[in-house]
């Protein structure tokens, strides 16, 4: 099995898969609201934030390119043993879904592809990453 979980206020959340079809899952619930003062910059590009602006207008798009940077985390923590930085990570915000771009080598991919909803006052993300083809 392989499996991630997460938890913010008032909300709780587990997801497990087969480890035979998947190699890595994560998950992130965040509460939808602005990340606080200082913290954006920490965890994203200026060219990352503008893009993820320009693409997606309506929601806190800071906390959900930080949920989903957890969310790849949580994928890639298991598998690699090793850390991994937000600076490591380049989202690429589209309408519901994003492509996660990591910059270390080790996984079989450098593109992981996730899916992201706000939906009553939270944000979550969840990315899952398939055992290669060649194995």
Known sequence: ?????????????????????????GIDAEVHAPLPPGILPLVATSDEIADASRRVSDVCVDRVLFSAKEAVYKT?????????????????LSRKTFIAHVAPSGLGTQALHGRWAVIDGLVLTAVTLEHSKES
Do not use: K, N, Q
């Not at 099995?1 to 997801?15: F, Q």
């Not at 923590?77 to 690429?92: A, K, N, R």
């Open 1 to 25: 099995m392989v499996g991630s979980i997460t938890h913010c206020e008032g909300y709780r959340a587990a997801a497990v898969g087969l480890s035979r079809s998947w190699a890595g899952i």
């Open 76 to 92: 890639w923590s298991p598998i690699m043993h090793t850390w991994l930085g937000f600076e490591d990570v380049y989202v690429i």
